[in-house]
């Protein structure tokens, strides 16, 4: 699996030659770009505490951290009122990742928390996910 997390990273870019400029679709990287920021600046986490949720996400996380993390999740379109939304988590799957991989991951992670506070079980599924994977899936 790739480094990214498989919920977040994007395999698509949207391009079609044939239509005006201002019609044109965002990249699936400049949306990518937008959510992060979107996310950050809503949750008031540091970019110093996003690199740590990359490297250590069980070490010294905050409720901004955890929050980002389900912000990214729902603004991406993976995760919908908590729940991983299988099917688009399929499409955004990082180039090389089966869905076959990408089913097993969701379906081991998703019943890790059951937690009322949703950035608690958005936060609990990460850490599910970046345990359970080969190379350690982080969030983009």
């Known amino acids: 699996m790739k480094k990214s997390f498989v ?3 994007i395999c698509f ?3 079609a030659s044939a239509v005006p400029v201002d019609e044109v679709e965002p990249s699936e990287e400049t949306k990518n770009a937008d959510i992060r920021k979107f996310c950050r600046e809503s949750t008031g986490i540091t970019l110093e505490e996003i690199e740590q949720l990359r490297k250590d996400p069980k070490k010294n996380v905050l409720e901004s951290g955890k929050c980002y993390v389900k912000c990214m ?3 991406s379109g993976v995760e919908k009122d908590g729940e991983v939304q299988m099917d688009v988590a399929i499409v ?3 180039e090389g990742v089966s869905q076959e991989d990408v089913e097993k991951l969701i379906s081991e992670c998703s019943g890790e928390t059951k937690s009322d506070d949703l950035c608690e079980r958005s936060f609990q599924r990460y850490i599910c996910f970046f345990e359970k994977s ?4 982080t969030i983009t």
């Open 13 to 15: 870019l949207t391009f």
């Open 92 to 94: 955004k799957r990082p």
């Open 7 to 9: 919920i977040w990273a």
């Open 134 to 137: 080969e190379k350690k899936i």
């Open 73 to 75: 999740a729902e603004r």
